[in-house]
Structure formats: structure tokens, C-alpha cells
């Protein structure tokens, strides 16, 4: 069955350390997510990406912050300079339909900022 | 501004029992709500997703009821079993244009042998 796959796992940073994320969405979904949860803390939207763009974005998606389909297959998220505060589970979602569709979760990459 | 709060935040039943997870919003105008399943540090598992014009989903031993207009769902799950421990999260997208999932706190549910 297709799945959402996430790499690295695990990502240990440095405060002001650039990370990149990677997601692989499954193969024929259009709709793209990326969705974090602090510890202990709901799951909470970041962004949503569609047709090589960004659809919407939460407030916590701040200019420290950017989405890239930089081929046909990965997504990936950067965050430019790590604060302690970025330390969460960082989970990938892709939807083969808007709003109505069913979203489909990757295992997620948790980041720690030391 | 969209809120989701599931009820209870923990629940602990012995094996076989039936049980009821609670979640509600306060946004009725919704187009769908999901389900999900989280083990312990793992990603998020989708169980059962539901249209805004239906009234309830069935997978296996889980059913899921929707209420719109009154801003409820709850999960069923029957005859529970110690690999259904895990949390438990409802998550909703409201209507407007909006394609984020908004997510309850879950419950956290252990079925004991």
C-alpha cells in the first residue's frame, strides 16, 4: 500500500542551524502538507502546498520558514535558523483532493534544537 | 476560530469491552472529519474519514458517528483489544476555503489483558 515516507527520523541542531526536512508524498496525490506537533501538545497545521505553490499557511509559518517541491517526487521543509522553540515532531501529509479528501500522514522527523 | 476538544483525555478498559471516544467542535460548517490513530513517538495513522454529508463510517471494529449540527463525533470501537492502546486524535477542516486540519488534544486509550 502506498505511504507518505519522512527522512531523517531524527535531526539533532544547533540554535541557529539551517535543517532541511524531506517527505516523499505518495505518487499520484496533488495536495501537499506539513503539520507539527511540540510535545505534550496538539498537532498543529504549518502548510499546505499545491501546483508548485502555497496554497495556505498558519501563523507559525513565519519567513523563517519555506516549502519546496524540488522535483517530482520529494517536499521538503526548511527552517533557516533552528530556535530551541522549533524542537517537535515535524509530520508530512498529501491528499490526492482538496478539503474534501482524505489527508495521509508520514511517521514524522523529530527535530531537536540544542 | 475552529476548536476541537476530545473527551475523556485518558481512558483505561480491560479487554473485550466496548467503548466510546468523544470529540467535539465548535464550527458546525465543516466539509469532513478523520479519525486518527497515534502510537507512542510514531506518525499518525488515518482510521476513518467523514463527509460532512454523511452520518457515520464503519472499518473492522470501529465506527465513527458524525453530528453536524450539533458539533459532535465519537468513535466506537468494539470488543477493544490491548493492540488498540494508542491515542486517539479527531481532527476536522472547516468550510471557507480552508484545507488545514484542526486537531483535538486526542485520547489517550489503554486496553489492559
Known amino acids: 500500500e502506498p505511504e507518505v515516507t519522512q527522512t531523517p527520523s531524527h535531526q539533532v541542531t544547533q540554535m541557529g542551524q539551517e535543517v532541511i526536512l524531506r517527505c516523499v508524498p505518495i505518487?499520484?496525490?496533488?495536495?501537499f502538507y506539513w503539520y507539527r506537533q511540540i510535545l505534550g501538545q496538539k498537532v498543529e497545521f504549518l502548510v499546505s502546498?499545491?501546483?508548485?505553490?502555497?496554497?495556505?499557511k498558519s501563523e507559525i509559518f513565519d519567513d523563517q520558514f519555506s516549502v519546496e517541491r524540488p522535483d517530482g517526487s520529494n517536499f521538503t521543509l526548511k527552517i533557516r535558523s533552528t530556535k530551541l522553540e522549533d524542537s517537535a515532531m515535524y509530520f508530512c501529509?498529501?491528499?490526492?483532493?482538496?478539503?474534501?479528501?482524505?489527508?495521509?500522514f508520514g511517521p514524522g522527523t523529530r527535530l531537536t534544537v540544542l | 476560530k475552529q476548536e476541537v476538544t476530545q473527551i475523556p483525555a485518558a481512558l483505561s478498559v480491560p479487554e473485550g469491552e466496548n467503548l466510546v471516544l468523544n470529540c467535539s467542535f465548535t464550527?458546525?460548517?465543516?466539509?469532513?472529519l478523520q479519525w486518527f490513530r497515534q502510537d507512542p513517538g510514531k506518525g499518525l495513522t488515518s482510521l476513518l474519514l467523514?463527509?460532512?454529508?454523511?452520518r457515520e463510517q464503519t472499518s473492522g471494529r470501529l465506527n465513527a458517528s458524525l453530528d453536524k449540527s450539533s458539533g459532535r463525533s465519537t468513535l466506537y470501537i468494539a470488543a477493544s483489544q490491548p493492540g488498540d492502546s494508542a491515542t486517539y486524535l479527531c481532527?476536522?477542516?472547516?468550510?471557507?476555503?480552508?484545507?488545514?486540519?484542526?486537531f483535538g488534544k486526542g485520547t489517550k486509550l489503554t486496553v489492559n489483558p
Open positions: 501529509a498529501s491528499s490526492p483532493g482538496r478539503a474534501q479528501g482524505e489527508q495521509f
Open positions: 505518487s499520484n496525490h496533488l495536495y
Open positions: 502546498f499545491y501546483n508548485n505553490e502555497i496554497s495556505e
Open positions: 464550527d458546525s460548517a465543516i466539509y469532513n
Open positions: 467523514i463527509q460532512s454529508s454523511q
Open positions: 481532527a476536522v477542516i472547516t468550510q471557507g476555503g480552508s484545507e488545514k486540519l484542526v
